[in-house]
Nanobody
């Protein structure tokens, strides 16, 4: 069974930074496409960043140039570095793993950016 555990969220002032981590177990991590999603109340969960097994990355326009996704395959961990944070970046950030066994989700970590 694939398990994902996010950490690193918190409260930060606008302009600040956070680093989210997602530890994965129960799958061949190096083969998985890993993504970070964000959800705010009343809105659909949206993808903010993705990294392929080969290291190719995708970013939503709203975070391009401010967020960086990376992965450490030996540690089975994916990271999301959040810089120059804005109040509209607030939300619950979820880690997603897509592999041969399908999709798996973590429970999320809250990010709150104060103005």
């Amino acid at each position: 069974q694939v398990q994902l555990v996010e950490s690193g969220g918190g409260l930060v002032q606008a302009g600040g930074s956070l680093r989210l981590s997602c530890a994965v177990s129960g799958s061949i991590f190096s083969l998985n496409v890993m993504s970070w999603y964000r959800q705010v109340p009343g809105k659909q969960r949206e993808m903010v960043a993705q990294i392929s097994s080969g290291g190719s990355t995708y970013y939503a326009d709203s975070v391009k140039g401010r967020f960086t996704i990376s992965r450490d395959n030996p540690k089975n961990t994916v990271y999301l570095q959040l810089n120059s944070l804005k109040p509209e970046d607030s939300g619950v950030y979820y880690c997603n793993s897509r592999g041969v066994t399908g999709d798996a989700w973590g429970r999320g970590t809250q990010v709150t950016v104060s103005s």
